[in-house]
């Protein structure tokens, strides 16, 4: 799904909030949640303001690194961002992989590779100590520096072998709690969505944004409706 480029100048600044990707599915799972927090304000990808670079993610962990990259839209563009960061924390390997989830391995992206050394580093570890969790962590940053947080998990360990076609990552090696048997990539998108960790963050962060204390949320300064799902 294509994002279209847009006008920045055409936006109204008190009206809209930049989600830090490019990912158009993204933009669309962020904006579904948190419009019942916030409703009237529109909803845009970082990628449709502009080509900016990616900041360096130098935090040590989940929230400062949301936080970096929220931080950063915000100074690109003078609009309110919300940005995520999230990966699997192992508890054999002492929280790893942690914030390097996508590069454990040294490339980037490389899921096979990532997937592969974390096999090897649990290897002779029985399942009993193979508990793990995904976490996410989302910033919600405003103009004059407010920064409003949601965490969320997603139980589970991890497998001897991958199995699914569904997701990415270690979708493949985790086994959540909600769904026994399964793993991650073996569920359906829907089913995924529903347990996720970034869901669960989201929750936390729109239930955040519709307390009184809230800056933004209503655009009276009132609480705004809605179940934020």
Same mark, same amino acid.
């Given at each position: 799904?294509?994002l279209e480029?847009?006008?920045?100048?055409?936006? !109204?600044?008190?009206?809209?909030?930049?989600?830090?990707?490019?990912?158009?599915?993204?933009?669309?799972?962020?904006?579904?949640?948190?419009?019942?927090?916030?409703?009237?304000?529109?909803?845009?990808?970082?990628?449709?303001?502009?080509d900016f670079?990616?900041?360096?993610?130098?935090?040590?962990?989940?929230?400062?690194?949301?936080?970096?990259? &929220?931080?950063?839209?915000?100074?690109?563009?003078?609009?309110?961002?919300?940005?995520?960061?999230?990966? @699997?924390?192992?508890?054999?390997?002492?929280?790893?992989?942690?914030?390097?989830? &996508?590069?454990?391995?040294?490339?980037?992206?490389?899921?096979?590779?990532?997937?592969?050394?974390?096999?090897?580093? @649990?290897?002779?570890?029985?399942?009993?100590?193979?508990?793990?969790?995904?976490v996410s962590?989302?910033? $919600?940053?405003?103009?004059?520096?407010?920064?409003?947080?949601?965490?969320?998990?997603?139980?589970?360990?991890?497998? $001897?072998?991958?199995?699914?076609? $569904?997701?990415?990552?270690? !979708?493949?090696?985790?086994?959540?709690?909600?769904?026994?048997?399964?793993?991650?990539?073996?569920?359906?998108?829907?089913?995924?969505? &529903?347990?996720?960790?970034?869901?669960?963050? @989201?929750?936390?962060?729109?239930?955040?944004?519709?307390?009184?204390?809230?800056? @933004?949320?209503?655009?009276?300064?009132?609480?705004?409706?809605?179940?934020?799902?």
């Amino acid at each position: 799904m294509a994002l279209e480029k847009l006008d920045p100048a055409a936006l !109204d600044p008190a009206r809209t909030i930049v989600v830090a990707t490019g990912n158009a599915h993204k933009l669309v799972e962020i904006e579904t949640m948190l419009s019942a927090a916030l409703p009237g304000m529109r909803f845009v990808a970082l990628s449709q303001l502009g080509d900016f670079d990616d900041p360096d993610e130098t935090g040590t962990t989940f929230a400062e690194n949301a936080q970096i990259k &929220a931080r950063a839209a915000v100074e690109e563009t003078g609009f309110t961002a919300v940005a995520d960061d999230s990966g @699997l924390m192992v508890d054999a390997l002492d929280g790893e992989p942690g914030v390097y989830s &996508a590069r454990y391995a040294g490339v980037h992206g490389d899921d096979a590779a990532n997937n592969a050394k974390l096999l090897r580093s @649990l290897e002779g570890v029985a399942e009993p100590g193979r508990t793990a969790r995904f976490v996410s962590s989302i910033a $919600f940053i405003e103009p004059d520096g407010t920064v409003t947080m949601g965490e969320g998990f997603c139980e589970g360990t991890i497998g $001897f072998e991958g199995r699914g076609s $569904f997701g990415f990552g270690y !979708d493949p090696l985790f086994l959540p709690e909600d769904t026994p048997g399964k793993t991650m990539a073996e569920l359906m998108p829907e089913e995924k969505n &529903a347990i996720s960790h970034r869901f669960h963050a @989201l929750q936390d962060l729109c239930a955040k944004l519709r307390a009184p204390e809230g800056s @933004l949320a209503g655009s009276d300064g009132s609480a705004a409706s809605g179940d934020c799902r």
